[in-house]
């Protein structure tokens, strides 16, 4: 599968963004799907994943209560809302499938497939 991350951008902190991520080449909900994150400096670390039947999410702490991970078959596409967002969400975004469906993994090695990430800056 093929997957391409969009929707990144400079917003001022307490705004709002809408990642999406088109997916290609293979059937979508063949899929669990997460969200990653890397600010300068840091390791790669994960956001939100969502079963391949949505019917079950995780979050991590640092964005729970603020973001939503959501899919909609019909388009392919894989959505992270964040709200309320921090200077410290500043990185650059990666969406990510795992054809492993018995689990809901927030395991970066358990993701087989990685679109090329987007930019996310919040400014202060």
């Known amino acids: 599968v093929q997957l391409q991350a969009s929707g990144g951008g400079l917003v001022q902190a307490g705004g709002s963004l809408r990642l999406s991520c088109a997916a290609s080449?293979?059937?979508?909900?063949?899929?669990?799907m997460g969200w990653f994150r890397q600010a300068p400096g840091k390791e790669r670390e994960f956001v939100a994943a969502?079963?391949?039947?949505?019917?079950?999410?995780n979050y991590a702490d640092s964005v729970k209560g603020r973001s939503t991970i959501s899919r909609d078959v019909a388009k392919n596409t894989l959505y992270l809302q964040m709200n309320s967002l921090k200077p410290e969400d500043t990185a650059v975004y990666y969406c990510?499938?795992?054809?492993?469906?018995?689990?809901?993994?927030?395991?970066?090695?358990?993701?087989?497939?990685w679109g090329q990430g987007t930019l996310v800056t919040v400014s202060s």
């Open positions: 969502i079963t391949w039947s949505a019917s079950r999410t």
């Open positions: 080449g293979r059937t979508f909900n063949n899929y669990n």
């Open positions: 990510a499938a795992d054809s492993t469906r018995a689990l809901l993994t927030t395991t970066i090695i358990a993701y087989e497939y």
